[in-house]
């Protein structure tokens, strides 16, 4: 109750958002933490208004809970990220090209792959980083006596190699819309090389951790259907935790996901684990998602509510039950490419026009097309199969 004594209708919405979330760690985290009891004692007396601007000056990083219009959060974060990098830059010249740079390069970039959607925080940190490459990159060529307008490329290789720039390839973006913009001329950074070969997990280890996902009831429901959409279906976390309840499919026929055109049916017992997602996602039903169908979404984020946890958080609660997520990926697109005809894998990775291109689609969506059309009896049988039996499994 405010000084006053008078009541603020608008702060109702602020109550039921705050108990609609886990209403012990909500009352706990408003005891322990001064910044969160000040906060809600100022919007209680009115000091603070209920709107993104008065509560962006607060740098509250779970500040609206459904209760001010949705707005795309993470531009708003990158856009002020922005402004904040580019006013720590001393030099005009280079501070005016960052400008340029971030305004008309990468968030114009953003914006037009986003199509009006709000984007997600890992675009947001890939801007931040191509940004801030820049910035540093620009700082490094003063230092070597340079400017951008005289650099050449003997110079950039430099750069590439050297030991103290982490991650140099970060700034390519960047030289490509200098030379474009004739601020620089003659001089590349070339496409980043080829991630290191990860060697697939397998058939014993990866039957034997599907097993252990499937029987062992101590680890968490939405990491034991995170690692199984890894190991039996290929699929990288960024797109297994941007699922939503919509994404389920339950009728007579079974339960089926739909990840792509054809609607990927889940056998026992991967279906039941499924459907208890899909009942503790609907237990944060009234909270607005930030997704067009406002479903609950099957892996939420405990930081941000009404959002998905992030992909970097997923691998790493998989890494946490000894699953490697790239290994297993590759354990799992193998098991299905060596199910389907010879034929077929031959025509998609190694097309006339751009075998990379079709490289790309064995392990994508027409993989998932295939897939939703096989028989994946063998999850059933794999809680209790025997480590002998895996390795005839693999070779069918």
Request: proline fraction near 7%.
């Amino acid at each position: 109750m405010p000084p006053d004594g008078k009541h603020r209708p608008e702060l109702n919405k602020v109550a039921d958002a705050l108990l609609n979330l886990t209403p012990r760690r909500t009352l706990l985290y408003l005891r322990e933490s001064p910044t969160a009891t000040r906060l809600v004692t100022d919007l209680a007396a009115g000091t603070c208004e209920l709107t993104h601007e008065a509560l962006d000056a607060r740098m509250t990083s779970q500040k609206d809970m459904a209760v001010l219009p949705v707005r795309d959060e993470y531009m708003v974060r990158l856009e002020r990220w922005i402004e904040h990098k580019t006013a720590a830059i001393e030099d005009p010249e280079d501070r005016r090209l960052i400008i340029a740079y971030a305004r008309w390069d990468r968030i114009a970039h953003i914006r037009r792959r986003a199509r009006g959607k709000p984007i997600s925080a890992n675009t947001s940190d890939i801007a931040q980083m191509q940004i801030a490459k820049a910035v540093t990159f620009l700082a490094w060529i003063k230092d070597q006596g340079e400017t951008l307008a005289t650099c050449r490329q003997p110079l950039v290789d430099l750069w590439l190699t050297s030991e103290k720039n982490q991650g140099p390839y970060a700034a390519r973006p960047f030289i490509r819309w200098a030379v474009r913009g004739k601020f620089a001329s003659e001089i590349s950074i070339p496409a980043r090389p080829r991630r290191i070969f990860h060697r697939p997990l397998d058939a014993d280890e990866r039957w034997a951790t599907a097993r252990r996902l499937l029987n062992d009831d101590s680890i968490e429901t939405r990491d034991r259907v995170a690692g199984l959409m890894v190991l039996l279906y290929g699929q990288f976390p960024a797109r297994t935790c941007r699922l939503t309840t919509a994404h389920v499919i339950h009728d007579e026929n079974g339960v089926a996901l739909r990840l792509n055109r054809t609607p990927l049916k889940l056998p026992p017992p991967l279906d039941g684990l499924v459907l208890q997602l899909v009942d503790i996602a609907h237990d944060h039903e009234r909270t607005v998602m930030l997704n067009e169908p406002n479903a609950p979404w099957l892996f939420p984020s405990v930081q941000m509510p009404g959002r998905p946890v992030t992909s970097k958080q997923l691998a790493r609660r998989l890494r946490d039950i000894g699953l490697p997520t790239e290994a297993g990926r590759c354990a799992a697109l193998l098991d299905l490419c060596t199910q389907m005809p010879a034929a077929e894998v031959a025509r998609r990775s190694s097309g006339p026009d751009d075998s990379r291109a079709g490289h790309k689609d064995v392990g994508g969506a027409s993989v998932l097309d295939q897939a939703a059309n096989w028989d994946r009896s063998d999850v059933a049988g794999c809680r209790n199969r025997p480590r002998q039996g895996e390795a005839d499994v693999d070779q069918r």
